[in-house]
């Protein structure tokens, strides 16, 4: 039997982040701002359907009907995310009842959830129909398109959009009531990772290598020392690690700063881990020598695995933001944004003004200024872009779920986290993992409590 990795339950849950997934649309402070995400992967445009075969019932729910069209549908949807990540899929005859299986659980939750008076209004809709264009990297319009080119029309749209924001707003109520997490948990889990201490060690180095040739004479390694001795006195004095790896490191590497990350301290070479274990983040070690050549690091965070950082990287940027809509097309926002890219670069213009002049973002009135971010605070899709940025550079236009953007990186730091926050963050990872289990829980309730009707076996 080949082995698929995954169970094929637990398969299918993974595979169906569109209806599974959290969906947190509330009104944002700043719209950058990270929502839980939606994730509705469309078809390329062109793709073909597939053959179509008569539709018929394969179940019912407390009377409702499920079709066969309904969990080919399904049974689609993850063959594409599985085929454009490479990942191998069980047998359909496997996966077809896993598939039914979900349909029925979830329209028994739908169920649910308008029986006991949850609602969705046309705002929450609009909001979600932008997020799937944005996490498709589409213009809402260009969106609408490719599912008609697919033969799926706006209203079906809809009301899978709906369906998946009932689901989420009736599992946060049902689980809020079900978890709870004391400070005595939070005590039991930091006593249960550290229990351990030394083998659970988590070193963050960056690294910058100067190569000493196999069969250097002592005036070369005396030179090589010296260049090394070089970086660490930089280092030490406060210069920029990663620009220091860029100039000077021979260690592959070097094009990400010199940065390793976060490893567990066995799969570091001991001559690192003895160097910087007593060292505090920030500190510098070196010149080493090892048989390659010398090497100079720098700690930028230590922890135990399995609890948070003592530090995160925080990063201020600015950006121009441009929104589309009847009066700006996608591609009109974009051409814009490469024109202020390219006056920026040459002079012509500041970003700060033009920001003034032009984002239609709360933060235009400061220049773009959106202040000091910590990892997580905005979209993926925005984060991923800025974190590439060095500090002065500005990105080409980029487009999120909320428009067209110009990001500048101004400044990074490394921020040291307290005990609380440190806390919060076990709290919040704890409540994640109750939080499964209950919904779990109140899934098998909901479900066992359902009539449910199997008719025809479905057909892919």
Not at 16 to 27: K, N, S
Not at 59 to 74: C, F, G, K, M
Not at 395 to 409: C, D, T, Y
């Amino acid at each position: 039997m080949t082995d698929h990795s995954l169970p094929v339950r637990a398969l299918v849950r993974w595979a169906l982040p569109f209806l599974a997934g959290c969906l947190g649309l509330t009104a944002l402070a700043q719209p950058l701002q990270r929502a839980n995400q939606l994730s509705m992967p469309v078809a390329p445009a062109g793709a073909a359907a597939g053959a179509r075969t008569a539709d018929f019932i394969v179940a019912l729910v407390n009377s409702e009907p499920i079709t066969n069209h309904e969990v080919r549908q399904r049974l689609r949807r993850i063959e594409q995310q599985f085929a454009q990540q490479g990942r191998p899929l069980p047998p359909r005859d496997q996966l077809l009842p896993q598939v039914l299986e979900q349909l029925v659980n979830e329209r028994a939750q739908i169920q649910h959830a308008v029986d006991t008076g949850i609602r969705v209004d046309e705002a929450s809709l609009l909001d979600a129909e932008r997020s799937v264009a944005a996490q498709n990297q589409l213009s809402v319009e260009a969106l609408r398109q490719r599912l008609a080119a697919e033969g799926i029309d706006r209203n079906r749209l809809r009301n899978d959009l709906r369906n998946q924001i009932l689901l989420q707003r009736v599992r946060d109520r049902e689980v809020e009531s079900r978890v709870k997490i004391t400070e005595g948990d939070i005590d039991a889990y930091v006593s249960e990772q550290t229990g351990g201490a030394a083998a659970n060690l988590m070193l963050d180095l960056s690294h910058v290598l100067v190569l000493v040739p196999e069969n250097a004479s002592p005036a070369q390694v005396q030179a090589l020392q010296a260049k090394a001795q070089q970086v660490a006195d930089r280092a030490r004095a406060g210069a920029d690690f990663a620009d220091l790896a860029r100039e000077f490191s021979d260690a592959p590497e070097r094009t990400n700063g010199g940065r390793f990350g976060a490893r567990p301290a066995d799969r570091l070479p001991d001559l690192f881990v003895q160097a910087t274990r007593a060292l505090p983040t920030g500190g510098i070690a070196g010149p080493l020598r090892s048989p390659a050549g010398f090497h100079v690091l720098r700690v930028n965070d230590k922890g135990q695995a399995g609890l948070p950082p003592a530090s995160v990287v925080q990063t201020r940027a600015r950006h121009i933001l441009l929104r589309t809509g009847p009066q700006l097309t996608e591609a009109q926002a974009v051409a814009r944004l490469e024109q202020y890219r390219s006056d920026i670069q040459a002079g012509r213009a500041s970003f700060e003004e033009l920001a003034r002049q032009h984002s239609q973002d709360g933060s235009a009135s400061a220049g773009g200024d959106l202040g000091w971010s910590a990892p997580g605070q905005f979209v993926p899709e925005f984060e991923q872009v800025m974190n590439r940025l060095r500090p002065g550079d500005v990105s080409p236009p980029l487009v999120s779920r909320f428009g067209v953007h110009l990001i500048r990186v101004d400044q990074r730091r490394d921020v040291e986290i307290s005990q609380r926050e440190q806390r919060e963050q076990i709290r919040a990872m704890l409540r994640e993992r109750k939080a499964e289990e209950a919904l779990e829980l109140w899934g098998e309730d909901i479900r066992g409590r359902a009539f449910v009707e199997y008719r025809d076996a479905p057909q892919p």
